[in-house]
């Protein structure tokens, strides 16, 4: 079996519209910490030199959200009320949901935008690929190129509401993008909003959810190393964040041989 890193880094020197704060306690600074940790808590003398090298464990400490680098929204994420009853957090949402069969659609064609219901006809149809219930459908948009820069936040195709109903419909549960955000850009929103009035066309894709539960992959990476659009299975378990909207993931591709 094959398995390809399909995750975006969580990388504090990339730009973020929420920055990652990363600092680091090196091993040399470990030992001196826990010198002074021993002899507060124990009151022994732990010299820093007794261990090998001068050196104990380094300590990464990190400020973000959850919503950083390759992660899971959670049904919670999209609102407080569900027609379902109420939106469950990451931590509650079934495990089965991030290990199954999965097809990858190319709207990699459309550029700035958003497409619908019948543009994820057309390319289930192109591949011959009949969607089973709880299959991953995943969207390569080209956007991950512009990953750790601005671009990646305004650079890349949406869903609208038809296309996210019509795969819930199907039995999708798990459906994922290589973009910011499933939802088209902020400011296309916006600017078909104030062109028609209509607030459909906002975040369309996440209010999905309030209709009918289920969760997003946002930020993949690198759907461009697979060799064929289905045929293997994703991973993608969300971390156990209790309470949280959503949970940072390690998304692989399962490809066997």
């Known amino acids: ?27 040399a600074e470990g030992a001196r910490h826990m010198s002074e940790e021993v002899r507060e808590h124990f009151g022994l003398v732990l010299d820093p030199a007794d ?29 407080s009320v569900g027609d379902y009853g109420p939106p469950r957090h990451i931590d509650r949402m079934p495990l089965d949901w991030f290990l199954r069969p999965a097809v990858v659609l190319d709207i990699s064609d459309v550029g700035v935008g958003v497409v619908g219901a019948e543009r994820v006809r057309q390319e289930l149809e192109r591949l011959d690929y009949h969607v089973r219930p709880l299959d991953i459908v995943l969207f390569h948009t080209g956007a991950a190129r512009h990953a750790g820069t601005p671009a990646l936040f305004t650079d890349f195709t949406g869903l609208d509401g038809s296309a996210v109903d019509y795969l819930l419909d199907l039995g999708v549960r798990v ?54 659009p289905f045929g293997f299975r994703i991973c993608c378990f969300p971390v156990k964040v209790a309470g949280a909207g959503a949970g940072w993931t390690r998304a692989v591709a399962l490809m066997d041989e």
């Not at 975006?8 to 730009?15: F, L, M, Q, T």
């Open 1 to 27: 079996m094959r398995i390809i890193d399909l995750s975006s880094p969580i990388d504090a020197a990339g730009w973020e519209p929420d920055p990652v704060v990363h600092e680091t306690m090196t091993p």
């Open 175 to 228: 459906i994922g993008t290589d973009a910011w955000s499933l939802d088209a850009p902020v400011g296309h929103m916006l600017e078909r909003y104030r062109e028609t009035g209509d607030p459909s066309v906002l975040w369309p894709a996440h209010f999905a959810g309030r209709r009918t539960e289920y969760c997003q992959i946002e930020r993949l990476g690198q759907l461009d190393l697979l060799e064929r």
């Open 51 to 79: 261990l090998p090298g001068g050196e104990l464990l380094s300590l990464d400490t990190l400020t973000l959200t959850t919503h950083t680098g390759t992660h899971v929204d959670a049904p919670s994420h999209y609102g």
